[in-house]
């Protein structure tokens, strides 16, 4: 094969799986969402949080068995992945593919190669989960716009406890307990051993898309 | 509704553009390691300035006198990720539910497994031995599983490639390098797994222990599982994937009259 040729063929194939990795992306397909959330919450996350948030899969009977039985998924009080599973096997793939676009440098670098399929550079996926998990976060009826509000304290201060939230935001201890246990849910932000709160590492990384909210 | 199966859809057909059947990324990374100068051969698009660049830097491939996946790379769990949807997706009761739950007909639900195999059947078959190397695979899949006292597993092969020698005329250096081909490489390292079993008899329930292995073949044919149930004084293998694997070899057996 001669040498143009063979670097057409490797950009095709190189084409080919990059768009095929941004497709199964949390940020771009509801289903591998559905088993991100669960796995980013160690693997089990309350019925009714992912019953508010999936109400396609949850709230009819016959889709949650099938989804039980594709994925490897227990449906009880809490939804838990099966360590082994399908879905779990899945969720440890995503994660990989999320440090790797989360490297700035690969993106240059592929980008560069596939000039002609994405123009403005390939996406950050890394980033794309944050926007998207702000977006589901803020519109999260009850307790979702005081959700945000406390993001934008801890982000701006860096480290934050209960007392200072109640203090700076005007907000009672319960509201707050809440909105916490939620920015948890999307690993948004981290607990440290003195019982404050501060960002998480990948929401310190792109805190710049809480402006948009 | 509509946008679940929808979704749905679009990752059952991204999944399967990520199979190594479709994609020479995936493939390249699932049939690693091989010695430089056959991977140079064998895939000169991945040989390149820039495909070695990302493949090194990025997907963690150490290119050395041999060409390997380093441990916990993103290579790594690409490899161990495509045999996760091998298995996941050559079930035909898993394949019915996704069917069921997307209201399409079972046989628009993709098997990246079905797919791979067939395409390693096709390259095996016309090799110039492919009529043996496709008549030790249809002994091999007659007999379904292996039990062997543990003590003597090392020995486990001898009575069947023996068998295989003497049916179809093969000198031991061809047996071996066909068992390699199709049943199990050593070079490739196999993973174990343990679970544990609830049963019960009568009033009573206990548990035991199960260590599963999984071993491959060098083109990941992957047809041996390795069973292993604690303090037994036996371990067997078990064949894998026997369903689509038949089948293929009748697809196989029928378009090829000499095999």
Redesign the interface.
């Known amino acids: 094969?001669a040498?143009e040729q063979?670097?057409k063929?490797?950009v095709k194939?190189?084409s080919?799986?990059v768009?095929?990795?941004i497709?199964?992306a949390p940020s771009r397909?509801?289903?591998?969402q559905f088993l991100f959330l669960i796995r980013i919450n160690e693997g089990r996350l309350d019925y009714k949080v992912l019953e508010d948030a999936y109400p396609?899969?949850l709230k009819?009977n016959?889709?949650r068995e099938?989804?039980a039985?594709?994925f490897g998924i227990s449906f009880s009080e809490k939804v838990s992945l099966t360590v082994?599973g399908?879905g779990w096997?899945?969720t440890?793939?995503m994660m990989?593919?999320f440090?790797?676009f989360d490297?700035s440098?690969?993106r240059a670098?592929?980008s560069s190669?596939l000039k002609e399929d994405f123009p403005e550079g390939i996406p950050n996926l890394a980033r794309e989960w944050i926007e998207v998990s702000l977006e589901g976060l803020s519109s999260e009826p009850t307790y979702g716009e005081n959700s945000i509000k406390i993001l934008k304290e801890i982000v701006k201060t860096g480290r934050l406890k209960i007392e200072d939230l109640e203090r700076k935001l005007g907000l009672d201890r319960g509201t707050i307990f809440q909105c916490l246990d939620l920015l948890g849910i999307y690993n948004l932000i981290k607990k440290d051993y003195d019982g404050s709160y501060r960002a998480s590492d990948l929401l310190s990384k792109y805190s710049d898309i809480l402006g948009g909210f | 509704m509509d946008i679940m199966k929808d979704h749905f859809i679009n990752l059952l057909n991204s999944l399967t553009n990520l199979s190594p059947s479709r994609n020479l990324i995936s493939q390249y990374i699932l049939l690693l390691p091989k010695d430089a100068a056959t991977a140079y051969h064998s895939y000169p698009e991945l040989s390149t300035e820039n495909a070695k660049n990302l493949l090194q830097n990025f997907f963690g491939i150490k290119f050395d006198g041999y060409v390997v996946r380093n441990k916990d790379s993103f290579s790594d769990t690409l490899y161990k990720y495509l045999h996760a949807l091998f298995n996941w997706l050559d079930d035909e009761e898993r394949r019915s539910e996704i069917a069921k739950v997307l209201d399409l007909p079972i046989n628009s639900i993709p098997n990246p497994y079905e797919e791979w195999a067939r395409k390693v059947l096709e390259k095996l078959s016309k090799m110039p031995e492919g009529g043996k190397i496709i008549k030790f695979l249809k002994m091999f899949t007659e007999k379904r599983s292996f039990q062997i006292h543990k003590d003597t597993i090392y020995r486990v092969w001898e009575p069947f490639i023996n068998e295989a020698k003497e049916k179809l005329k093969l000198n031991p250096v061809e047996a071996d390098e066909i068992f390699k081909l199709i049943v199990l490489s050593s070079n490739i390292p196999a993973e174990s797994r343990s679970e544990f079993e609830f049963l019960s008899a009568g009033i009573y329930t206990y548990t035991r222990e199960i260590e599963r292995t999984f071993y491959h073949s060098e083109y990941h044919l992957d047809l041996i599982v390795g069973v292993y149930i604690r303090n037994s004084i036996y371990y067997s293998y078990v064949l894998r994937h026997e369903k689509t694997i038949r089948k293929l070899l009748e697809d196989i057996t029928r378009d090829r009259e000499e095999i």
């Open positions: 094969m040498r063979i670097e063929e490797f194939q190189l080919n799986f768009k095929a990795l497709a199964i397909n509801y289903v591998p396609d899969i009819d016959y889709v099938a989804f039985k594709i082994n399908y096997h899945l440890d793939f990989k593919v440090a790797l490297d440098e690969f670098k592929v190669l």
